[in-house]
């Protein structure tokens, strides 16, 4: 026993110290990022966080008073006795805004999931000119949002739109349609873009996890005598889980805070209108500063409790590996 | 009870030709392995026996039904692949009963049974609930057996089941697959592997093939005593035989050839009268030469190299020609580097191939 401890003495020692330089090689590494995300991400975050609590407005954002709570809830009790509530838990536009970012960041995601899906299959399959269609297919997710947006505004402008003309010709609409204007269509028109735009990083993230599946499970599949459609929801589906869910929050991350698009497509259309929208207009164009910082706060918590309650219900493996 | 029937078999992928027309009649219940160089076409055989390739011309049969369109799962047979191919999600248990899970018709009592049968004969029963991911390589390779086993096939197909395997667990492995079989009978086995010993034990037939065609099909001992040309000669037997260009000098009853720079030597071989003079091959296998005593020899040389290799020690002699001769000798041989050698072997032993490679018959 005493061999064995003076023998193990010294080789413990030199492996600790082999993990604390690794460790400090790797703070060294980290540190220039840290420091980067600090000044660029978190001190912006936490003057935000500190303007909801003020009121702070455009003119006067150094003489901002601290106020507490009520940006995000005032109880004023009248002399009558009538007790008036105020702030953004009760302002029913933001929770419009709420409501829509939600619709929006469902209705995209899920039909995003489901054809980036389908496209992964198709590009997973041998083909010839594989390349060149996979290539192809991430040019609509390559056009900076500003260009591709504004493109859209033109195809679905109401008089000179070329989707109201096609729609036209086919006789599937008798009049012209305000497609991104009208209250019905606003968010159909948002969506469809959306859609458009973003299948694409969906279907290449999906990709990758479908190439990770090795070739060979699929032929003893086949001389299982699996049903192909069994073997999709059964072989596949399973073993491309951890890329998808990945994926999705990826998505659902971006859906939810979405801003460009609609700035552009739709500025002003209530049906459309998104938290980030919200917050922006608060911010700048109704000069409440402090307002639209507690609705950019309020953004933010429900980005990280949506984001958290996911992680731990769909048992998302950040890891890799299986 | 299955016997398979391959006529003509041809495969190409696009211009590529790779068997360019097996022929090939398989008994039900024989163990028949495949055995060649990488890329003579061995697994692409198996593949098209098993129905992950289509058959390109030629037919083939299983159980006198012809089977060129019929699906994998419908033949009749189960694949063991050298990767295991595993399902990564599902337990052991489920990666056996998968298949017969989702094809109709089995009640779940007798999945059950036959899947812990299989387990039972291949002693995976304690691992039925872990993950692949949680098995070792060789315990793996059980799991993809016991998923065949659970098929109950006719007809058994493995692609170098046992490559990825250590060398101790390769021999263990080997045996079971040979005890497999025998308590199996009936059952056909279609085996690919390039490892010489795997096919020599397990074979009741080895089909060699080279770049596509067959060269030989025969007993492992038929084969190796007898092989039907230099290819074959060369491919079994480790180290491969000693072979070198020679001149017939006289045919008819007790040939006689002369390799390239030595003496000239008889041999037991039905040389044709027609030949003398014509250029051929002479051939020896390295366990078949000893060390002369008598003065006699066939080569005679400078040892290169010695190997011992523990049971045996091989020479490498230097007689002049590109190639070194080997010769296996016994382990107690006293023998070092430089020496001078002279190497002899028994006449019957001495194999002789003509101008084109093909094997003069040994009487
Ligand atoms: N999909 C394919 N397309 C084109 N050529 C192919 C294809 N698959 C195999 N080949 C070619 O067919 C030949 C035979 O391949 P095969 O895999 O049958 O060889 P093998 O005998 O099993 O070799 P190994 O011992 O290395 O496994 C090779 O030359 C290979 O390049
Ligand atoms: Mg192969």
């Known amino acids: 026993m005493a061999v064995a401890e003076s023998l193990d003495m010294p080789v413990a020692k030199a492996g600790s110290e082999l993990i604390r330089q690794r460790v400090r090689a790797a703070w060294i590494f980290l540190a220039p990022m840290l420091v980067v995300l600090a000044m660029v991400a978190g001190w912006p975050l936490l003057r935000s966080i500190y303007f909801s609590f003020t009121n702070a407005s455009l003119t006067n954002i150094e003489g901002a008073q601290w106020i507490g709570f009520e940006n995000y809830l005032s109880v004023t009790t009248l002399k009558s006795g009538r007790v008036i509530y105020d702030g953004l838990l009760v302002d029913p536009l933001w929770w419009q805004s709420v409501w829509n970012t939600v619709r929006f960041s469902v209705v995209s995601v899920v039909m995003e999931t489901i054809i980036g899906m389908m496209v992964a299959l198709v590009l997973n399959a041998e083909f010839r000119g594989r390349g060149i269609v996979r290539a192809a297919i991430l040019i609509p997710w390559a056009i900076p949002t500003i260009v591709s947006a504004k493109m859209w505004a033109w195809m679905l402008n109401d008089q000179f739109g070329i989707i109201n003309d096609i729609l036209l010709h086919l006789g599937l609409i008798s009049t012209k349609i305000a497609w991104t204007a009208n209250a019905d269509t606003a968010m159909l028109a948002v969506l469809v873009v959306d859609i458009w735009k973003t299948t694409p990083f969906m279907a290449l993230l999906i990709l990758a996890g479908l190439q990770m599946i090795p070739g060979d499970i699929y032929e003893a599949a086949k001389i299982d005598g699996v049903h192909p459609i069994k073997v999709f929801w059964k072989v596949t589906l399973p073993l491309v889980r951890p890329a998808l869910m990945v994926a999705v929050i990826f998505r659902m991350l971006d859906a939810l805070r979405i801003f460009d698009l609609i700035y552009v497509l739709t500025a002003n259309n209530s049906q459309t209108k998104t938290m980030s929208v919200f917050a922006r207009e608060n911010l700048f164009d109704f000069d409440k500063f402090a307002y639209g910082s507690a609705a950019s706060t309020m953004l933010f918590l429900i980005l990280t409790v949506i984001t958290v309650v996911y992680i731990i219900v769909g048992k998302v493996n950040f890891e890799g590996g299986r | ?363």
């Open chain 2, 1 to 363: 009870m299955a016997d398979l029937l391959l006529r003509g078999i041809k495969k190409s992928y696009g211009n590529v030709k790779v068997l360019h027309g097996i022929d090939l009649d398989i008994r039900a219940g024989e163990f028949i392995v495949f055995v060649g160089p990488s890329g003579c076409g061995k697994s692409t055989l198996l593949r098209l026996i098993a129905g992950l390739e289509d058959i390109t011309a030629g037919t083939l049969q299983i159980d006198g039904q012809v089977v060129n369109q019929l699906a994998p799962s419908k033949r009749g047979i189960a694949m063991v692949f050298q990767s295991y191919a595993l399902y990564p999600h599902m337990t052991v248990y489920d990666n056996m009963a998968f298949g017969m899970k989702l094809a109709k018709g089995h009640d779940k009592s007798e999945i059950d049974k036959r899947v812990r049968e299989a387990a039972n004969i291949l002693q995976i029963t304690p691992y039925l609930d872990r993950l692949p991911k949680q098995l070792s390589g060789g315990q793996r390779q059980r799991v993809a057996i016991g998923r065949a086993i659970v098929r109950d096939p006719k007809v058994f197909l493995f692609d170098e089941p046992l490559s990825n395997l250590d060398a101790a667990l390769r021999v263990a492995t080997r045996i079971e697959i040979n005890k497999l079989h025998e308590s199996m009978p009936g059952v056909t086995m279609i085996y690919v592997t390039h490892d010489q010993v795997e096919a020599m034990t397990l074979a009741d037939r080895i089909v060699v093939l080279n770049a596509g065609r067959v060269e030989q099909v025969g007993p492992p001992m038929e084969l190796y005593h007898n092989p039907a040309n230099l290819f074959v000669a060369r491919f079994l037997g480790s180290p491969s035989m000693n072979t070198m260009p020679c001149t017939v000098v006289s045919g008819g009853a007790n040939p006689v050839v002369k390799p390239d720079g030595c003496d000239p030597i008889v041999v037991q071989a039905t040389i044709p009268v027609s030949a003398a003079g014509a250029k051929a091959t002479f051939g020896v296998r390295p366990e078949d030469l000893d060390i002369s005593t008598n003065g006699e020899a066939i080569f005679r040389g400078k040892v290169d190299i010695v190997e011992q290799l523990g049971e045996v020690t091989l020479i490498y002699v230097d007689v002049g020609a590109p190639e070194p001769i080997v010769a296996k000798i016994p382990n107690d041989t006293v023998i070092a580097k430089g020496d001078t050698v002279a190497l002899t072997s028994e006449r019957r032993h001495l194999q002789v191939f003509d101008e084109n490679g093909i094997a003069y018959p040994r009487t």
